[in-house]
């Protein structure tokens, strides 16, 4: 075979190599950029390819590669009773709602909080939560703070450790997908503690908050009654109890209405609660 003719072939062969490399290229960022489906790309002939990562370990890990790592929220301690108030200098108090969320009562309260610009606490239920994940995520576009209320409410001093945890966990992870991150705070129903219900509710990071002043609103003594009761306890601290599920609420809706406006008058800041360790 003359020169020439191996120099042609050579040239041909690096080029057909050339060809393959950029197409295994081309389809490399094909999967790693765009945000429509692409087409995979014939595999070259070779023992079997290592199994593509998921979306969240190879196309986003070189979007967010570049900025700090996010921190990890420390492990609550153990504690022997639930946190009652909120620490802080002047007039701060804590609203709270339990139960919900529930469609025919939790916009409207959140129309009021909007409305005044306040922000507020409300411990979830997984069962309502789990039908509901659209208000959870209004809850947090506008600031409010969700809360670990178990799945269905039970009676924790009745049941065994591995049932609480199942519904703590439960209602953590469907408060994770809809709201953004896990709850760091819980509240037992019925007020009703026991070691294990502490105990758990640290392993999975979060913080017992209770109250200091109930409402009493789920009893539907009247909207007048309600507002008094706020009123008559409002101080410097205070946290809060009604509800927005769990029978008829459009008394503590319609109570919301009046003794917010006042209590801004009078002076109070309505906030949230806040962890002092991360």
Known sequence: M???QLLTRRRALLAGAAAVGAAGT??????????????????????????????SAYRLQPLTGYGAPRAVPLRPP???????????RGRTMMLTFDDGPDP????????????????A????????????????????????VVGNHTWSHPLLTRLGRRRIRSEMERTSEVVEQAYGEPPRWFRAPYGAWNRAAFQLGAELGMEPLAWTVDTLDWTTPGTGTIVDRVEDGAAP??????HDAGGDRSQSVRALRVYLPELLDSGYHLTVPRRRHV
Not at 131 to 143: P, T, V
Not at 237 to 242: A, K, Q
């Open 2 to 4: 003359k020169k020439d």
């Open 26 to 55: 081309a389809g490399a960022l094909a999967v790693t950029s765009g945000d429509g489906p692409v087409r995979p790309v014939t595999p070259a002939p070779g023992p079997p390819a290592h199994r593509p990562l998921g979306p």
């Open 104 to 119: 025919r009562y939790t916009p409207d309260i959140l129309d009021t909080l909007a409305r005044y610009g306040v922000r």
């Open 78 to 88: 153990v504690r022997s009773e639930p946190i009652l108030r909120m620490s802080g």
């Open 121 to 144: 606490t409300f411990f979830v239920c997984g069962e309502m939560a789990a039908y509901n994940r659209d208000l959870l995520s209004r809850m947090a576009d506008e600031g409010h």
């Open 237 to 242: 601290g205070v946290v809060v109890l009604s």
